[in-house]
């Protein structure tokens, strides 16, 4: 079935680590988006890419980073955990850049940061 | 400062009822709105869209209204059904980034 797909499903982790959020897509689309909800603040996103090898930074990017080394996979790296990145994570994707393209979900991944 | 604001944080409606969700947006630029419709532990999925050049638009029992010189969009659900209870965000085209901004969401509840 065509869709994007997330892991881990959940994940606790200890304040410091490094973890990597996994997405990957097979809808060939070209942006994919990376978004975290909290409660009470709706989605918010933390970085895009436009299209293989081209990222950008979204409203809060800060602690995380991203890389885009081919059109299927967008990870999502958090290099030292804090609490506050505690959240669930959405990956998205979209045919283009453009809002004009409906953008598709993946499941999410729920993340705890102790 | 938020651009896209839904100050209901919840709806409860009996079934058959018409539920309208309502949407405030700030920024004049934007051009294009989304509903996107969540249930509990799933991604967000899209609903129905609407575009500045129009002032209304229908897909089966939704409706998505634009009032431009309000800064206001609704979404209406007739009838509204059980499965409708879910977390109904709306969101507006982010400009160059190709991002959508989110409103808080809208929890809908459908009571049979």
């Known amino acids: 079935i065509a869709g994007i797909t997330q892991a881990p499903t959940s994940q606790i982790l200890a304040a410091g680590r490094r973890m990597t959020l996994r997405c990957t897509q097979d809808?060939?689309?070209?942006?994919m988006y990376w978004y975290r909800q909290d409660l009470g603040l709706g989605l918010r996103l933390i970085h895009y890419?436009?299209?293989?090898?081209?990222?950008g930074k979204g409203e809060v990017p800060d602690g995380y980073s991203v890389s885009r080394a081919n059109t299927d996979d967008f990870p999502l790296t958090l290099a030292s955990a804090v609490p506050s990145q505690t959240s669930v994570y959405f990956c998205?994707?979209?045919?283009?850049?453009?809002?004009?393209?409906?953008?598709?979900f993946g499941p999410g991944t729920r993340l705890t940061v102790l | 400062d938020q651009q896209v604001k839904q100050n209901s944080p919840s709806l409860s409606v009996q079934e058959g009822r018409i539920s309208i969700l309502n949407c405030d947006y700030t920024?004049?630029?934007?051009?294009?709105f989304l509903w996107y419709k969540k249930y509990p532990a799933e991604g967000p999925t899209f609903l129905i869209s609407?575009?500045?050049?129009?002032d209304k638009n229908e897909d089966g029992r939704f409706t998505v209204f634009l009032n431009k010189s309000a800064k206001h969009l609704s979404l209406h659900i007739v009838p509204s059904q059980p499965g409708d209870s879910a977390v109904y965000f709306c969101?507006?085209?982010?400009?160059?980034?190709?991002?959508?901004?989110f409103g808080k969401g809208t929890k809908l509840s459908v009571k049979p």
């Open positions: 890419s436009n299209t293989a090898g081209t990222t």
């Open positions: 609407i575009s500045s050049i129009k």
């Open positions: 998205a994707s979209s045919a283009s850049w453009s809002s004009y393209n409906e953008q598709f």
């Open positions: 969101a507006a085209d982010g400009g160059s980034q190709g991002n959508l901004i």
């Open positions: 920024n004049s630029m934007f051009d294009y």
């Open positions: 809808m060939r689309h070209n942006a």
